[in-house]
C-alpha cells in the first residue's frame, strides 16, 4: 500500500471508525482499525464483532494494500504531526507514517487475519430524523443483561413512519420519524445506538437482512446483529386518558434537584397537587421530609423514581403535561411527537 491524504481528515475518520472497536480483545487484531487503500480512497474498519463501522476519505492511492493497526497509536501521531497530508505505506504487516519532517512506524495485522465484516444487505429504506429520533427514547433501554431483547431500540416501519421504541420493564419511550419503505420489527443493539446517535446524519438509509441492519449515510456504513427475541408488545402498556396536570418542567426540575439532596433508601420522587400548587417531595423512614411548591393546573398524586423522573425531565421542555389515572397507574408525558411511559413507586400516603 501507499496512498497519501489530508492529515485531518484521516484523523477525523479515524475519529468516527474507532468507536466501533472495543479496547482490549483476547484477540490482538479485533482491537485494530483496517486500513485499505485502494481506488481514490483510504477505508478504515472497525468492529467489535456485533457492530461494524466503515468510513472513507479521498486519497492518491499509488499501491493498493491494507493492513490492521492498533488506533490509539495511529491517532496519536496524526494528533501530534503538523504536516497538512501524509502518506501511508506497508511492508509487510507494518504501516509507515509520512507527515512532512515526521514519521513513524507501527506494528500491524495481516488484513486477511481481520474480523471479516458483513456486507450490506436488502432494499434501502429511507430514513429521516432517526439519531434525533433515538436521542428521545434510547434512556429508557434496559441496563442490565436479563432480557437482552430490551438491551437495544426497536424500529419498525409502515405506512411512511418508523417507529423507534425503548423500553425497560419499568419505562418506555417511543416516537416516530419519516421513512419510505416497510422494515420489519428490528431489535438495534445498545452500541450501534450509540453510534448513530453520534456520528449518522439527518438522511439515512436502512437495509436489512436476516441477521444484520445497516444504516448508511454521509459516507459511513453501520452495521450491527440485530438482537434475536421477542419483543414486548408495548402498545398494550401505553395507557389511554388520564387526567391532566400542566407544569413548567424547568420548575420541576429545579424543585427535583432540591428535594433530591435527601433522598430516601426508595429513591422515590412524591408528586401531588394541592390548592394550586404541586407538592413535590421526600420523605424516608425517619420522618425527615423535604418539600417544595411550584404553580401547577389540574391534579396528580403519584410517586416516582428519582432516577427515571430525572431521566423524563431532560427530555422535555417548557409546559410538561403528565396523565395519570391512579396512584398504581403508569404515567404519562406526550411532547414533540414523543410518548414517555413511567411506572409509579408504591408509597404509603
Not at 39 to 56: F, P, R, Y
Amino acid at each position: 500500500m501507499r496512498a497519501t491524504t489530508q492529515r485531518m481528515t484521516l484523523l477525523e475518520t479515524l475519529g468516527k471508525v474507532k468507536s466501533a472497536v472495543p479496547g482490549k480483545h483476547l484477540v490482538p487484531v479485533a482491537a485494530s482499525v483496517l486500513i485499505r487503500a485502494a481506488g481514490e480512497q483510504i477505508t478504515l474498519v472497525g468492529t467489535n464483532l456485533e457492530v461494524a463501522l466503515i468510513a472513507s476519505c479521498k486519497a492518491t492511492v499509488s499501491r493498493r494494500g491494507a493492513v490492521a493497526v492498533r488506533p490509539k497509536e495511529l491517532e496519536t501521531f496524526l494528533k501530534a504531526a503538523k504536516a497538512d497530508t501524509v502518506t501511508l505505506s506497508t511492508k509487510g504487516n507494518t504501516l509507515r507514517i509520512e507527515a512532512g519532517a515526521s514519521s513513524t512506524t507501527l506494528e500491524g495485522y495481516a488484513a486477511e487475519d481481520f474480523p471479516s465484516v458483513p456486507g450490506v444487505k436488502g432494499k434501502p429504506v429511507p430514513v429521516t430524523g432517526l439519531a434525533s429520533a433515538l436521542k428521545q427514547v434510547s434512556y429508557a433501554m434496559a441496563k442490565d443483561g436479563c432480557r437482552p431483547v430490551l438491551n437495544g431500540v426497536c424500529l419498525t416501519a409502515d405506512k411512511g413512519k418508523l417507529a423507534v421504541v425503548a423500553a425497560d420493564g419499568f419505562r418506555l419511550a417511543e416516537t416516530t420519524v419519516k421513512s419510505r419503505g416497510p422494515l420489519d420489527r428490528t431489535v438495534v443493539p445498545e452500541k450501534a445506538v450509540g453510534i448513530i446517535e453520534r456520528l449518522m446524519p439527518d438522511k439515512i438509509s436502512l437495509y436489512r437482512d436476516e441477521k444484520n441492519i445497516s444504516f448508511v449515510g454521509d459516507g459511513l456504513v453501520l452495521t450491527a446483529m440485530i438482537t434475536q427475541g421477542e419483543y414486548p408488545n408495548y402498545k398494550q402498556v401505553i395507557p389511554k386518558g388520564g387526567s391532566p396536570m400542566t407544569v413548567d418542567s424547568t420548575a420541576l426540575m429545579d424543585a427535583f434537584k432540591t428535594v433530591a439532596v435527601t433522598l430516601p433508601d426508595n429513591n422515590a420522587i412524591r408528586l401531588e397537587t394541592k390548592g394550586g400548587k404541586l407538592i413535590v417531595s421526600t420523605k424516608d423512614s425517619g420522618k425527615r421530609e423535604t418539600v417544595v411548591k411550584v404553580p401547577a393546573k389540574g391534579k396528580v398524586k403519584i410517586a416516582f423514581d428519582a432516577r427515571y423522573l430525572k431521566d423524563l425531565l431532560a427530555r422535555v421542555s417548557g409546559p410538561m403535561v403528565l396523565r395519570t389515572t391512579t396512584a398504581q397507574s403508569p404515567g404519562v408525558v406526550k411532547q414533540n411527537g414523543t410518548i414517555h411511559v413511567v411506572m409509579p413507586m408504591f408509597v404509603e400516603w
